[in-house]
């Protein structure tokens, strides 16, 4: 599967984006699909993350929930990133990924080598 993120940009602190990651090339509701970010100089951390069609489970990072909404349109292949009260430190590159494991994603769905599937990233830059 192929996957574009899109929907980065400038926004101020307090404000909403809206991040995509669409996929190409399968059937994207087999797939369970994370966000990802890494902010300049930092590591990569987990941010959100869905389960493939069927039981609807999501999971978030403790720094984003009650903030962010992951969410999955199959019909449209894309998987969305609703961020709201965005905070500076929430500026970074966010990078989409999907794979295909059974039942032990649950258990690691907060691990980027968990995903096979990368897409490129899209850049948030929120100003204080």
């Known amino acids: 599967v192929q996957l574009q993120a899109s929907g980065g940009g400038l926004v101020q602190a307090g404000g909403s984006l809206r991040l995509s990651c669409a996929a190409s090339?399968?059937?994207?509701?087999?797939?369970?699909v994370g966000w990802f970010r890494q902010a300049p100089g930092k590591e990569r951390e987990f941010v959100a993350a869905?389960?493939?069609?069927?039981?609807?489970?999501?999971y978030y990072a403790d720094s984003v929930k009650g903030r962010f909404a992951i969410s999955r349109d199959n019909a449209k292949n894309t998987v969305y990133l609703q961020m709201s009260s965005l905070k500076s430190e929430d500026t970074a590159v966010y990078s989409c990924?999907?794979?295909?494991?059974?039942?032990?994603?649950?258990?690691?769905?907060?691990?980027?080598?968990?995903?096979?599937?990368w897409g490129q990233g899209t850049l948030v830059t929120v100003s204080s």
């Open positions: 990924a999907a794979t295909t494991y059974g039942t032990r994603w649950y258990l690691s769905w907060y691990l980027s080598s968990s995903y096979g599937y």
């Open positions: 869905i389960s493939r069609t069927g039981d609807s489970s999501s």
């Open positions: 090339g399968r059937t994207f509701s087999n797939y369970h």
